[in-house]
């Protein structure tokens, strides 16, 4: 009782103190806009079209002259309606909602719905022309100028929703104050995610659970019959329940009782180590069901993905070879040795084939690495340090900037390696990995992965072993796609290389 009341009075004070924890937020950082992510998202989108508008009609005047054949008037209405029809479409095509209601939300996932609200919208302009034309004998859209603004705005608003989901919003809006329910090694693993990525931008106030266990960082502020409470009293943004000790009836109650028209609530299903993002939700009789896709891979598809290693990596060495050069001189004037550093890796199958990468420690290194062990800064089979003293100047900047990593194109030209894969790891950690985990090996590793573009080094091994059976499990030609795009920021950003 004595600890129930401590916690009810560390709620009580909550209000008036400042927040307790702060995963993802800095102390002085702006909260003045808690709300407007969608409306900068639609200033964003509009800009995008605009930008897209404008290299449509220079292109078109400068091939065909004219590109408009119509009144100045009806062609100054027609953009004016231009704006509220583009936020009618995009929001007909939940590209708007999904902002507001996801916790971490990658732009490459609305490839799709982004692609077919551009036709719809094109299409609708290009018979509002045609009407046009029959009406007032004026055009103000062509068939080429409408499939030429397709190929152009869907880069463009790409790329402008997620430069603002990078940089603008995570600088300017308000984080989300978010509760756990839960305390166990679940919570646990939530908390590390929030934490290690502040561009979900969630402020951890707290747990919620009756019987507290773990080493998490953030307080427990309550029970979980105080769960409805503490969502008023502490202005929660968003729950996520992640495997509380609570009675399965007595938490479902309370998350009814939780919610709320401005609060959001994420479950961490049971079993989500085997799910992944292509996982679908099926209708059963009201009841839920996720299904998992199936776990095969026909010839075509792996044939297809065999060409695009081909064709990319062999663009990219032909590419990179002026920067390639530079490297390898850098390598060579700063420290004596072999420019490439070559090691045993398990490949596809468990066959053993040579990695290729650039020199980035002295020679003698792999000799040096008993003596180094009781600093290992990884658990598990592998061997990081964020200072190793085995590395040199040029790749220190090799690592952080992943270059050290380009000639294992390579690998990839001759097959050993794809673009998208599991990583190979050295073959005694390798051999560590047994039972279910080994199905890791049932596709070609490669140069990126799951596990890079979630989060490096700063992810555990047991967890990333289980990032990669989910990749294996779960693969398909859309995800290699997507794990491509993810990887260009998070080089950039530089998280988790060392």
């Not at 036709?119 to 290009?126: D, E, N, Q, T």
């Not at 200072?387 to 040199?392: G, H, N």
């Amino acid at each position: 009782m004595s600890e129930l009341r401590t916690n009810e009075a560390t709620v009580a004070r909550a209000p008036a103190a400042p927040p307790l924890s702060v995963v993802g937020a800095t102390d002085g950082e702006p909260r003045s806009l808690p709300r407007g992510r969608t409306w900068i998202l639609i200033v964003a989108d509009l800009f995008a079209i605009a930008m897209a508008t404008a290299i449509t009609y220079t292109i078109a005047e400068l091939a065909a002259s004219p590109a408009v054949i119509a009144p100045t008037g009806i062609t100054v209405a027609v953009a004016v309606a231009a704006v509220p029809t583009w936020i009618a479409i995009f929001t007909v095509y939940n590209l708007y909602e999904r902002q507001n209601r996801s916790i971490s939300l990658a732009t490459f996932d609305e490839v799709g719905e982004l692609f077919h609200a551009l036709i719809a919208g094109s299409l609708f302009f290009l018979v509002v022309s045609q009407v046009l034309y029959r009406v007032a004998d004026a055009e103000v859209v062509f068939p080429v100028e409408a499939a030429m603004f397709l190929a152009i705005a869907l880069p463009l608003v790409l790329l402008m929703r997620g430069s603002v989901r990078s940089w603008l919003l995570p600088a300017i809006m308000a984080p989300r104050r978010t509760l756990i329910v839960g305390t166990g090694e679940v919570a646990e693993m939530v908390e590390r995610k929030i934490g290690s990525h502040p561009e979900y931008r969630l402020e951890l106030v707290g747990f919620v659970d009756d019987d507290p266990h773990g080493h998490a960082s953030a307080p427990v502020v309550g029970r979980t019959a105080d769960l409805p409470r503490l969502v008023d009293e502490l202005e929660v943004d968003w729950v996520i329940l992640a495997f509380s000790n609570a009675s399965y009836e007595e938490t479902l109650d309370l998350l009814r009782g939780a919610r709320r028209p401005d609060v959001h609530l994420s479950i961490v299903p049971r079993f989500f180590e085997v799910f992944a993002s292509n996982a679908t939700i099926q209708e059963l009789e009201g009841m839920p069901v996720v299904n998992l896709p199936p776990m095969r891979l026909s010839r075509g598809v792996r044939l297809t993905k065999r060409i695009v290693d081909v064709v990319a990596s062999g663009v990219g060495l032909l590419a990179l070879s002026p920067l390639l050069a530079v490297i390898a001189v850098a390598i060579k004037i700063d420290s004596r040795g072999p420019i490439f550093f070559r090691q045993e890796r398990h490949g596809r199958g468990g066959s053993i084939f040579r990695i290729v990468k650039f020199r980035s420690m002295r020679v003698g290194a792999e000799q040096e690495r008993l003596a180094l062990a009781p600093l290992n800064e990884i658990e598990g089979a592998l061997f990081k340090m964020k200072e190793d003293p085995r590395v040199t100047r040029v790749g220190r900047l090799l690592r952080r900037t992943s270059l050290d990593e380009l000639p294992q194109l390579w690998n990839v030209l001759k097959g050993e390696m794809s673009l998208v894969g599991p990583r190979p790891f050295v073959v005694h950690e390798s051999s560590q990995i047994t039972g279910w985990a080994s199905r890791r090996l049932d596709i070609t590793p490669g140069i990126t992965g799951l596990w890079q573009v979630l989060g490096r080094t700063d992810i555990p091994f047991d967890e990333m072993v289980k990032l990669d059976y989910i990749y294996v499990t779960n693969w398909s030609l859309l995800w290699d796609l997507k794990i491509l795009f993810q990887t260009i920021p998070v080089v950039l950003s530089r998280r988790g290389a060392y």
